[in-house]
């Protein structure tokens, strides 16, 4: 099956530092990923479409200075939260789809407190 | 735009016995609906899915009927055990087709199964 790998797991940062989040599609092309964020016991919202080799696109108020998105290969994805703030603390989380298809597979995700 | 609504938001059930998870949906237009599986720190896992041209499909213990006329689905669970504890979240393409991979969640039910 489609295996998305995400790393870290779980950081802890200080206040104002910034932190990279990577995602890869491990056994497939993924033109497109996404972004979730989540905070406890909540639902999963969408942030960002991040497509590879263009500009990533933002959901309405997800400010794109403070989540940079890159996606440079088919298989690789980042998101760099800039300037981090302890109210940027939530578990994030990247999926992927294989090309043409409609199945969304998720990353593990991302916990990430910043104190 | 598309709003998924997701009852009820927790469930409790004695192992062997069956669980129900509805959502309902606004958009007519929406073709995909999958359900997702999240365990604690862990991303969400597709479990399975179902096309607006298929009333009902299923996969050993688990099942999702479709209702379009209602713009209803459901997620049934048969001789539920302790391992399907979890939160279940159902899903629905934003802007209503599955080709942009883009999904809207509800809000989860939290399922516990008790031994």
């Known amino acids: 099956g489609a295996v998305v790998s995400q790393h870290p797991s779980r950081v802890i940062c200080k206040s104002g530092t910034s932190v990279k989040i990577e995602c890869r599609s491990l056994?497939?092309?993924?033109?497109?990923m996404f972004w979730y964020r989540q905070f406890p016991k909540q639902s999963l919202m969408l942030m960002a479409t991040s497509n590879e080799g263009s500009k990533a696109t933002y959901e309405q108020g997800v400010e794109k200075d403070k989540f940079l998105i890159n996606h440079a290969s088919l298989t690789l994805s980042t998101l760099t939260v800039t300037s981090a703030h302890p109210e940027d603390s939530s578990f994030y989380i990247c999926?992927?789809?294989?090309?043409?298809?409609?199945?969304?597979?998720f990353g593990s995700g991302t916990q990430l407190s910043v104190l | 735009g598309e709003n998924v609504e997701q009852h009820p938001s927790t469930l409790s059930v004695q192992e062997g016995d069956s669980a129900v998870i509805k959502c309902t949906y606004s958009d007519s237009a929406s073709n995909y609906f999958p359900w997702y599986k999240q365990e604690l720190g862990k991303g969400p896992q597709l479990i399975i899915d179902?096309?607006?041209?298929?009333g009902e499909k299923k996969d050993q213990r688990i099942a999702v009927t479709l209702n379009k006329t209602a713009k209803h689905f459901s997620l049934h669970i048969t001789e539920t055990q302790p391992e399907d504890s979890a939160v279940y979240f159902c899903a629905a393409p934003i802007g209503g087709s599955s080709n942009t991979g883009k999904l809207i969640f509800g809000q989860g039910t939290t399922l516990q199964v008790k031994p």
């Open positions: 056994d497939f092309q993924a033109t497109t």
């Open positions: 999926s992927a789809s294989v090309m043409g298809a409609e199945k969304l597979f």
């Open positions: 179902i096309r607006s041209n298929v």
